[in-house]
C-alpha cells in the first residue's frame, strides 16, 4: 500500500539523486570556472546526502533490530549536522554567482555577514554534537521512535538567522544579478523558510529538505542555462574587481546606440590620484585589495541602470545618469575605503580620490568606444592641469584638441624639413655701446611666414619635441658662428636657450659638447641658458648637467632669475657664469620690484657673477640699470632679436649710433 509516508520517502530519494546527479554535472561542467563549480558542487553533494540521510531515517523508524536503530540514529545526526553547515557554503555560493569570485578580503561589505554565518554555523554544529549527548534537539527511544526535544526550534534558530544574513547580500547586490539568477538563489531561502513554517504545525514530514531539494534542481537549470551568459561574463568582466571591462561598458553603450536613452547620460573617465603613494604603502598586492574594494564601494552608490567599469591599471569608466553627474563627482572627490591589509592583518581605511574626465552624450548615433575615448582624452587634458581636478569635454575643446593635433603634426613637419632657424638679439655693453653678445632665439620659418617662440614652445615643451629644437638651433647658431670666423670677423658668445626637458636624457651635455666640438669653434663662444623654472627634475640632476657642460668649457646662465620659488636654492647648489634678470622686475616702477632688483644685483655680484637685464626697451631703464651697475643690456632698446644677416651688420659695425648712448 502506498502511504504518504513512503511517497515522501521516494520523493527524497529523487531529489537526493537529482542532487548528487547536479553535484557530478557541476564538477565535471568545464564551462564554467572552477570558482563557481566548487561551491555548487559542494552545496549539491550536501544537498544529496542531507536527503537521502532524511529518506533513510524514516525506513527504521518503530523497528528494533540493530541495522534500523544504526539507521535512525546515524541519519537523523547527518540530516541535523548538514542543515548546520550548508548556510556559509550557500553563502559562498552567492559571494561568487554576486560578484564573479569569492575573497572575504575584496568583498568587504558583505564580509561582515559571511564570517558571521561562518562562525553561526560552527556553534550550530557543536550545539547538534552536543544534542547526540543531551538530546536537546531530539531523541530516539527504545523503541527507535523520534522524538523533537526541547531546544528543538534552535536547531532551525541558527541556520534562519544564517540565510537572513545571505539574504540581506542578495537584496543588497540585487541589481549584479539577472533576474532568472536571482530567482533560483532566493528559492534555496524561500522553499526551506515556507517549509519549516508549515514543519513547526506539523511533525513527520521533512518539507524543510523538500523545499532544499527543489531548490537545488532550480539552482541546477538555472546554473545550466547560464552557461552562456557565463562565457559572456568572463568576457566583459575584469577578474580583480568584478566589474565590466572595457570590452563590457563599450557593449552597454552599445545597447542604447541610436536610442534618445543615450543622451540622457554622461561618461566619466577617471583614475585615482597619487595612487603609486597607496602601492608604495600598502604594496602591489595592497593596492589591488584597495583598487578592488574602492570599485565595489562605489559601485554601491550607482543606480540600477547606471555602469562602473574598470579600464586598466587604476582606471576606471563610470556612465552615470545626467541628474547624478553632480553627486558622482563629488564623491569621486574623495571618500574612505574599507580593505584588508595582508601585512597588518587588519581591516583599515584610505582615502581615495579620483581626477575625472567627463563627457556629456551629446548625439545617440555615437558609439561605445567614441563615448569613452571622448571621457578619456578629458581625463587626459585633467591631467595636465595642476590644480584642476575634473575636465568637462564639449565640441569645442574636442574642435581645439583636433586644431592642436593638426599643429602638432606641422611642427613634427617643421622639425623634419629643417624650418626652425635662430634668431639673434644682441647684448650690449650699456657703457661702450657696443655688441659684447647675443642671445639666439628660435623662429620657425613656415608657409612663407616667420613665427615666434609663443605659437610654438609651449606646445613642443609639452611633447618634449622641443628637446630636438634646442639642438637644431644649437647646430646652426654652431655654423652661423663658424662662418662668420671663416669670414675674419669676431663673433661674440652667443647664448643659446635649452629647456630643462632636456635633462630627462642623461647624454645631453655630452650632445651639447659634440655638436659644437664638430664645429671647430672655440667653446667659450657658446653660452647654455636655462630656466630656473621646473620642477620635473630634482635640482641635483641640473646641477650635474651644469658641472658637465663647465668641465667642457662652455659658459651657462640662468634666464628669467627671481620668477620661482627657487631661486635661491639654485644659487647656492649650482655655480653658474650669468645672471639674467627677469624682465618683470625692471619693467615696472614699483618700489618693491625696485628693492628686489637691488638685492638681486647685489646678490650676483657678491657671487661674482656676470649680470644681464633682457627686455630692456626704454632708455630711463638703462641708466637705472646703469646706475646700480648693471653693464650687459638686451632689449628692443638696442635691438629686436634678427635673422643672422642682421647680426652680421652688427658684428662688421658693433658701436651703436649717438641716439642709444647715454648721456654721462
Ligand atoms: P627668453 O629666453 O627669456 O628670451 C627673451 C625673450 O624676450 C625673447 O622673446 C625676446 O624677443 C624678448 N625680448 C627681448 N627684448 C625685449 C624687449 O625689449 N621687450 C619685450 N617685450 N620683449 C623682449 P622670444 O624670442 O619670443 O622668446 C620667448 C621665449 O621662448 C624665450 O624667453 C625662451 O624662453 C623661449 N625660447 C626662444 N627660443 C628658444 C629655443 O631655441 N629653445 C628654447 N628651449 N626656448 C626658446
Ligand atoms: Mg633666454
Ligand atoms: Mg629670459
Redesign the pocket.
Known amino acids: 500500500m502506498i502511504d504518504a509516508l513512503s511517497v515522501q520517502v521516494a520523493f527524497l530519494l529523487f531529489e537526493s539523486v537529482f542532487c548528487f546527479l547536479t553535484a557530478l554535472l557541476a564538477v565535471s561542467n568545464e564551462n564554467h570556472r572552477r570558482r563557481i563549480r566548487l561551491p555548487l558542487t559542494l552545496l549539491n553533494l550536501m544537498g544529496g546526502l542531507l536527503l537521502l540521510s532524511d529518506s533513510l531515517s524514516y525506513i527504521g523508524l518503530g523497528k528494533t533490530d540493530m541495522v534500523d536503530l544504526a539507521l535512525t540514529h546515524i541519519s537523523n545526526s547527518i540530516v541535523f549536522l548538514l542543515c548546520a553547515l550548508m548556510p556559509p557554503v550557500y553563502a559562498v555560493y552567492v559571494v561568487v554567482r554576486t560578484f564573479g569570485d569569492f575573497s572575504l578580503r575584496r568583498h568587504a561589505p558583505a564580509r561582515g555577514r559571511i564570517i558571521a554565518c561562518m562562525v553561526l554555523s560552527g556553534i550550530a554544529a557543536i550545539l547538534v554534537l552536543v544534542s547526540q549527548v543531551t538530546g536537546i534537539y531530539y531523541t530516539i527511544d527504545s523503541g527507535n521512535n523520534y522524538h523533537r526535544g526541547d531546544w528543538f526550534p534552535l536547531s532551525l534558530v541558527f541556520p534562519s538567522i544564517c540565510f537572513l544574513l545571505v539574504v540581506s547580500i542578495l537584496i543588497q547586490y540585487r541589481h549584479k544579478l539577472g533576474r532568472w539568477q536571482l530567482i533560483a538563489l532566493s528559492s534555496y531561502l524561500i522553499f526551506p523558510t515556507v517549509g519549516m513554517v508549515i514543519q513547526a504545525f506539523s511533525i513527520g514530514y521533512s518539507y524543510i529538505n523538500m523545499g532544499i531539494g527543489l531548490s537545488a534542481i532550480l539552482l541546477f537549470i538555472e546554473w545550466t542555462f547560464s552557461t552562456n551568459n557565463e562565457i559572456r561574463h568572463i568576457a566583459r568582466t575584469e577578474v580583480r574587481t568584478g566589474l565590466p571591462n572595457e570590452h563590457g561598458c563599450v557593449e552597454w553603450l552599445n545597447h542604447m546606440h541610436n536610442q534618445p536613452e543615450l543622451l540622457k547620460y554622461t561618461a566619466v573617465f577617471f583614475d585615482l590620484v597619487k595612487f603609486s603613494d597607496i602601492n608604495r604603502k600598502y604594496g602591489i598586492t595592497g593596492g589591488n585589495v584597495i583598487l578592488a574594494s574602492y570599485g565595489l564601494t562605489l559601485s554601491e552608490h550607482l543606480a540600477k541602470d547606471e555602469l562602473l567599469a574598470r579600464q586598466y591599471g587604476n582606471q576606471f569608466v563610470a556612465v552615470i545618469r545626467n541628474e547624478h553627474i553632480d553627486s558622482f563627482l563629488s564623491l569621486l572627490s574623495g571618500f574612505p575605503v574599507s580593505f584588508y591589509d595582508k601585512q597588518a592583518g587588519d581591516v583599515r581605511e584610505v582615502e581615495v580620490a579620483a581626477r575625472a574626465g567627463v563627457f556629456r552624450i551629446d548625439r545617440s548615433d555615437m558609439d561605445g568606444e567614441d563615448i569613452i575615448s571622448r571621457a578619456a582624452i578629458a581625463l587626459s587634458m585633467a591631467k595636465t592641469k595642476t590644480g584642476a581636478q575634473n575636465i568637462f569635454m564639449t565640441r569645442e575643446l574636442l574642435n581645439d584638441l583636433e586644431e592642436k593635433r593638426k599643429f602638432e603634426n606641422e611642427i613634427e613637419h617643421g622639425l623634419k624639413n629643417d624650418e ?1 632657424i ?2 639673434y ?1 644682441p647684448k650690449v655693453d650699456a657703457k661702450t655701446h657696443t655688441l659684447c653678445g647675443a ?5 620657425w620659418s613656415h608657409n612663407g611666414g616667420i613665427y ?3 605659437s610654438f ?1 609651449s606646445l613642443m ?1 609639452e611633447n618634449r619635441s ?1 628637446c630636438e ?2 639642438l637644431m ?1 644649437l647646430r646652426k647658431v654652431c655654423r652661423d658662428l663658424a662662418g662668420w670666423i671663416a669670414e675674419g670677423l669676431t663673433p661674440p658668445t652667443i647664448s ?4 630643462r626637458r632636456n635633462l630627462a636624457d642623461p647624454e645631453i651635455a655630452d650632445r651639447i659638447n659634440e655638436i659644437i666640438s664638430a664645429s671647430g669653434i672655440p667653446h667659450h663662444l657658446i653660452e647654455i ?1 636655462v ?1 630656473e623654472t621646473s620642477d620635473e627634475f630634482p635640482i641635483q640632476v641640473l646641477k650635474k648637467f651644469v658641472d658637465a657642460l663647465h668641465q667642457f668649457g662652455y659658459l651657462v646662465s640662468i ?2 632669475f627671481g620668477c620661482a620659488s627657487s631661486s635661491l636654492t639654485l644659487l647656492r647648489e649650482i655655480t653658474f657664469d650669468t645672471l ?1 634678470i627677469d ?1 618683470g622686475f625692471v619693467d615696472k616702477d614699483d618700489s618693491k620690484d625696485q628693492t628686489i632688483l637691488e638685492y638681486i644685483v647685489k646678490l650676483a655680484k657678491s657671487l661674482d657673477l656676470q649680470i644681464v637685464a ?4 626704454y632708455e630711463k631703464q638703462v641708466r637705472k640699470l646703469r646706475d646700480l651697475g648693471v653693464m650687459v643690456i ?4 638696442y635691438d ?2 634678427m635673422p643672422a644677416d642682421g647680426l652680421k651688420k652688427r658684428l662688421e659695425s658693433p658701436h651703436y649710433e649717438e641716439s642709444k648712448r647715454l648721456e654721462s
Open positions: 626652425f635662430p634668431f638679439q642671445e639666439a632665439l628660435a623662429r615666434p617662440p609663443s614652445i615643451e622641443i629644437l634646442d638651433i643659446v636657450n635649452f629647456s641658458e630656466t634666464d628669467d639674467k624682465k633682457e627686455g630692456i626697451e638686451q632689449g628692443y632698446f629686436k632679436p
